[in-house]
Nanobody, 126 residues
Framework: QVQLVESGGGSVQAGGSLRLSCAASGYTWSSNCMGWFRQAPGKEREGVARIYTGDGSTYYADSVKGRFTISQDNAKNTVYLQMNSLKPEDTAMYYC???????????????????WGQGTQVTVSS
């Protein structure tokens, strides 16, 4: 059974940092696309960053480039999202998702990610 478990959310002031973790189990980790999405109240869910675990290639939404970093620890089957210089507009529920057969090259399309975590809340105050 595939499981994705996120942790690390919380409340910070603008300019602060948080690191989210996503621990995966129940499928072959070696080469797949792992992504972080977020959904703010009243808005659609959007892709934030993704990483291809096969070679470590990373991709980011323009809104977080230079501030967020996605990384992986293959030994722990875990993906991280380091979020720096946080802004109030980063406030959202953040979700980890897995596309076990993808290589991340086709964009961050929600429908491609078949497995999702439960989400972790990030709140940034001004």
């Amino acid at each position: 059974q595939v499981q994705l478990v996120e942790s690390g959310g919380g409340s910070v002031q603008a300019g602060g940092s948080l690191r989210l973790s996503c621990a995966a189990s129940g499928y072959t980790w070696s080469s797949n696309c792992m992504g972080w999405f977020r959904q703010a109240p009243g808005k659609e869910r959007e892709g934030v960053a993704r990483i291809y675990t096969g070679d470590g290639s990373t991709y980011y939404a323009d809104s977080v480039k230079g501030r967020f970093t996605i990384s992986q620890d293959n030994a722990k089957n875990t993906v991280y999202l380091q979020m720096n210089s946080l802004k109030p507009e980063d406030t959202a529920m953040y979700y980890c998702a897995a596309d076990p057969w993808g290589d991340c090259s086709g964009g961050q399309v929600e429908a491609d990610f078949g497995y999702w975590g439960q989400g972790t809340q990030v709140t940034v105050s001004s």
